[in-house]
């Protein structure tokens, strides 16, 4: 999906996946169906244009995309939003946010996360309000609590925001906190990243449309870095 400027009030829930999908792999995906099966709407990939938090990807924004394509195709309920890489300048999340206010101000919306990207909240532009503008899904892992060492500025700003119910997220714009337990994925893209680059098996590790179109435009096979496994 790209951007939709049509987009309204009666919409019904949007969730939005983001990241910079650098490449896409197996467990990206895994989060995303999870939280399709527990929410019952699409949930919308957003790869970043320009991520702020972490150095530059290692293919472009547009390659990054067409490859998050070829991994939710035949997806009825995984799609494409290219809604940061229409906007020029750097891919802040409140100002996705505050733009798609503008147009649906009481759509629900929530914000697909990880738990570390969560408990890393507090490093955002405008952290505070975007658990306004914002409901927020995080991805638990098993053993590891989502509210064990958060922050305690983050941990303030939670009270009274945490639900157990999905529907919840479907009677307000932004606000409340919901726990998705999924399974453990081993996947990391740094690490995809390292192993084409030093020329050890990966493609198990991403959708086969995925591994083809990385080993036929060469991708990632000039140097591996040290950036967050997104």
Known sequence: MDDDSAMTDDDGLLVLY?????????????VARAA?????????LMPAADPPHRAAPGADAATRAALLDLAVAGEQ???VDRRELHRAGRSWTVDTLRA??????????ALLLGADGFRGLPGWKDWRALLTLAHFVIAERAGDPLDRDLPAALAEQLAGRWTDDPAD????????VLRLRQPLSPESATEIRRRIATGRPWQAMVPPAVAARITTDGLYAHGADAAAPL
């Open 18 to 30: 983001g990241g910079t999908f650098d490449p896409v792999h197996n467990g990206h995906l895994a």
């Open 36 to 44: 399709s099966d527990v929410l019952g709407v699409p949930v919308h």
């Open 77 to 79: 309920w995984l799609r």
């Open 100 to 109: 798609l206010r503008e147009v649906a101000p009481r759509r629900p919306v």
């Open 169 to 176: 997220l479907q009677t307000a714009p932004g606000g409340r």
